[in-house]
């Protein structure tokens, strides 16, 4: 009896070390290109097929959960799941709350947006979405800060006149801006952050070292530039 107990768990120890782990990939779903609901209702997008590739690389069983941006750091700490990859700006402020990965995308700049090019940013009202870099930044300025929970929102209140401008990071307001007949970027570009990376509890050290590994060899091999071209076009910032 006491081999047939001994080899049954043998067989699950082994089994058990065949196995992933499983990991819960926290996104915004409102954010594109970085992440989006496409029209099969999943969530989709640069991160998502980033995300899907540290996966693998990592060898993690990843599966993906939407939470809205302004909960989305405590419910990471709180364990409704186990990352964020949300084109979050790795910055000091975060850094007490969570810990970082490398960052899979360089700083990038942030850019202003308004419905004519003559709108002066001195005392103006300036719409940005809520617990970003972009809103603390305006926050520290002249400037009047309207707050929104989407970038969507931001820019309709450019639009119906609550705002005088929108401050956003370029890649996501920059399709906006080319798709429409009357936005249009004024004033000058701003770098705010030290790139854009995954977030994770504090606690886990071995899934930061694991995904860390992973976006090293995305680096190294060229694939990361390669898959920042295909979602942001050939004029993005890459890695050098």
Same mark, same amino acid.
């Not at 939407?66 to 419910?75: E, H, R, T």
């Given at each position: 009896?006491? =081999?047939?107990?001994l080899a ?7 089994? *058990?070390m ?7 990939? *926290?996104?915004e779903g409102? @954010?594109? $290109? @970085? ?8 969530i ?5 097929e980033l995300g899907?590739?540290?996966c693998?690389?990592a060898?993690?069983?990843?599966t993906?959960?939407k939470n809205?941006?302004?909960?989305i /750091?405590? +419910? ?5 799941y186990? =990352? ?16 970082f ?5 360089p ?5 202003y947006?308004a419905? +004519?090019?003559?709108?002066s940013l ?10 970003t870099?972009q809103?603390?930044?305006i926050?520290q300025t002249d ?7 989407t /970038?969507?929102?931001?820019l ?7 705002a ?10 920059? $399709?906006y801006?080319?798709e429409s007949?009357?936005?249009?970027f004024?004033g000058d570009?701003?770098s705010?952050?030290e790139g /854009?990376g995954i977030?994770?509890?504090? #606690? &886990? &050290? ?8 992973a976006?090293? #060899?995305?680096k190294? &091999?060229?694939?990361l530039n390669?898959?920042?071209?295909k979602?942001f *076009?050939e004029?993005?910032?890459?890695h050098?």
């Amino acid at each position: 009896m006491k =081999t047939l107990i001994l080899a049954a768990a043998a067989l699950a120890l082994t089994a *058990g070390m065949g196995m992933a782990q499983t990991v819960r990939m *926290g996104t915004e779903g409102a @954010y594109p $290109p @970085y992440n989006f609901i496409n029209d099969s209702g999943e969530i989709d997008g640069f991160e998502r097929e980033l995300g899907d590739e540290l996966c693998r690389r990592a060898e993690l069983d990843c599966t993906w959960v939407k939470n809205d941006w302004d909960s989305i /750091i405590p +419910n990471l700490v709180s364990g409704n799941y186990d =990352t964020i990859i949300a084109a979050m700006s790795i910055n000091d402020e975060r850094k007490q709350a969570i810990a970082f990965t490398q960052n899979y995308l360089p700083p990038a700049p942030s850019s202003y947006v308004a419905l +004519n090019d003559d709108v002066s940013l001195e005392g103006a009202v300036v719409a940005a979405q809520t617990g970003t870099v972009q809103s603390a930044y305006i926050a520290q300025t002249d400037a009047t800060l309207l707050e929104y929970a989407t /970038i969507d929102e931001v820019l309709a209140a450019v639009r119906n006149g609550e705002a005088d401008a929108a401050f956003g990071d370029h890649e996501v307001v920059r $399709p906006y801006v080319e798709e429409s007949e009357d936005l249009t970027f004024i004033g000058d570009q701003v770098s705010l952050d030290e790139g /854009i990376g995954i977030g994770v509890r504090q #606690s &886990d &050290d071995e899934l930061r070292e694991k995904l860390n590994a992973a976006i090293a #060899s995305m680096k190294e &091999d060229g694939s990361l530039n390669e898959m920042i071209t295909k979602w942001f *076009g050939e004029d993005a910032q890459t890695h050098e």
